[in-house]
């Protein structure tokens, strides 16, 4: 009886963490209602995923969800739009999918950014990144998640001049272990 009791436990608590990892691919990333913001263009071939006010993945937080998605059938609201921003300083073509919207400034900001590919003989890839960077009040950020069979994060800053300079992401983990059952 009592390993049964134990099993139920452990499956309950690992329930948790798989009903918040569903939510992160049915739900919009929200843009905060207050405070100091930054803008930031996703381009993507995958999908890419937001946590405000995070220096780690938690898909409880309120807000995080979808930034943009390259493949149909998700949260995808945030898709396509354009706050105005100016133009980044790389040239990207493509399927792909671009998004600008408001993030939190002042405050870490983790992303998730995973895409999955076929190549020929059936052969599968697969590209998971997750890291975080603190965007600072005002200022437009544009960030490139590309998967052609490596993984690609990079982040610019975009400054007043029209230039754009990189900026460096930090490596971000779980926030709650359970989170990767």
Known sequence: ?????????????????????MRAYSKAYMEPASGDT????????????????????????????IMAVA????????????????????????????SEMKVPAGKPFAMNFQSTGYISGGYSYSCQQTFRFTPQ???DYELILLDSGMCVVGLQHLNSEGKA???????????NALDAF
Not at 50 to 59: A, L, T
Not at 77 to 86: A, E, I, K
């Open 1 to 21: 009886m009592r390993a049964f009791l134990i099993a139920g436990l452990a499956l309950a608590v690992s329930a948790c963490g798989n009903i918040a990892n």
């Open 71 to 98: 493949q149909s059938g998700f949260a995808d609201q945030n898709n396509g739009r354009s706050l105005g921003m100016p133009p980044g300083g790389r040239e990207v073509r493509g399927h792909l999918a671009r």
């Open 165 to 175: 300079e990189n900026e460096p992401v930090e490596k971000a983990g779980l926030c």
């Open 38 to 65: 930054a803008r930031l263009r996703v381009i993507t071939n995958g999908m890419a995923r937001g946590v405000p006010g995070s220096d780690c993945i938690d898909w409880r937080v309120p807000g995080a969800g």
């Open 137 to 139: 009040a005002g200022q």
